[in-house]
């Protein structure tokens, strides 16, 4: 499944252009004309990052920002702003609004794609069906995990595992909630087979030296933690 962005913007010249860079860069696009038409959205649908408008009516771009940084659904949605001015951007490295990017009008479409896919890349999300952090390279067509281009033999649960923990770095899951995604609901595992996977996990990428990726978080689960 291709990866989903919200796009927030009032203008519906600007919106379309967005919406059209957006999708042909393989991307499906979300739309909202309002910050509060978002969050609307965001209820239903989780997406894999967010454009945002500075100017929007009602609540604005850098106060949509700065909620979704407050709720832990949120919290790691990366943003890129739009602002309309130069001197906006200033404003928005001082606010510490925890916007990953931003870029002024007129964008450069071309320029905006390069970003969301760097940015994509970045939080772990599937860029052309690759995953790829740590130098560990998930490929979700052929199922096949590389470090430096050397194969790493990994069963099919494992590879579901660390997909999950690679497309949510730094997230801790717990047992079941791993068990859930992992193994899916209707199946009945008892919550010790994950830690068996884990361990064979991090067997095989023990000779990679990146087994200490894969951390415990004491009396929650497991992690993905990148060293960065
Ligand atoms: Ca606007």
Redesign the pocket.
């Given at each position: 499944m291709a990866p989903s962005i919200l796009i927030v913007?009032?203008?519906p010249d600007?919106r379309d252009l967005l919406k059209f860079t957006i999708t042909r860069g393989g991307y499906d696009v979300l739309e909202a004309e309002s910050a509060e038409h978002a969050l609307q959205i965001l209820d239903l649908k989780l997406p894999e990052l967010a454009i945002i408008?500075?100017?929007?009516p009602g609540i604005s771009g850098v106060d949509l920002a700065n909620k979704l940084r407050r709720e832990e659904l949120t919290r790691q949605l990366p943003i890129i702003m739009l602002t309309a001015r130069s001197e906006e951007i200033d404003k928005l490295k001082s606010f510490e609004s925890g916007v990953d990017d931003y870029m002024t009008k007129p964008f450069s479409p071309r320029e905006l794609l390069a970003r969301t896919k760097a940015l994509l890349r970045r939080s772990g999300a599937p860029v052309d069906n690759i995953v790829e952090l740590e130098g560990i390279c998930l490929d979700l067509q052929s199922h096949e995990v590389t470090v430096g281009g050397a194969k790493v033999h990994i069963g099919p649960t494992e590879f579901r595992l660390l997909e999950l923990l690679m497309r949510h770095p730094n997230r801790a899951f717990d047992r079941s909630q791993l068990l859930d995604r992992v193994w899916g609901r209707s199946v009945y595992v008892e919550e010790r087979t994950v830690d068996v996977h884990v361990l064979r996990l991090r067997k095989a990428l023990q000779p990679h030296g990146l087994d200490r990726l894969i951390q415990t978080v004491r009396g929650i689960g497991y992690r993905f933690s990148p060293s960065t």
């Amino acid at each position: 499944m291709a990866p989903s962005i919200l796009i927030v913007e009032d203008e519906p010249d600007i919106r379309d252009l967005l919406k059209f860079t957006i999708t042909r860069g393989g991307y499906d696009v979300l739309e909202a004309e309002s910050a509060e038409h978002a969050l609307q959205i965001l209820d239903l649908k989780l997406p894999e990052l967010a454009i945002i408008d500075w100017m929007l009516p009602g609540i604005s771009g850098v106060d949509l920002a700065n909620k979704l940084r407050r709720e832990e659904l949120t919290r790691q949605l990366p943003i890129i702003m739009l602002t309309a001015r130069s001197e906006e951007i200033d404003k928005l490295k001082s606010f510490e609004s925890g916007v990953d990017d931003y870029m002024t009008k007129p964008f450069s479409p071309r320029e905006l794609l390069a970003r969301t896919k760097a940015l994509l890349r970045r939080s772990g999300a599937p860029v052309d069906n690759i995953v790829e952090l740590e130098g560990i390279c998930l490929d979700l067509q052929s199922h096949e995990v590389t470090v430096g281009g050397a194969k790493v033999h990994i069963g099919p649960t494992e590879f579901r595992l660390l997909e999950l923990l690679m497309r949510h770095p730094n997230r801790a899951f717990d047992r079941s909630q791993l068990l859930d995604r992992v193994w899916g609901r209707s199946v009945y595992v008892e919550e010790r087979t994950v830690d068996v996977h884990v361990l064979r996990l991090r067997k095989a990428l023990q000779p990679h030296g990146l087994d200490r990726l894969i951390q415990t978080v004491r009396g929650i689960g497991y992690r993905f933690s990148p060293s960065t």
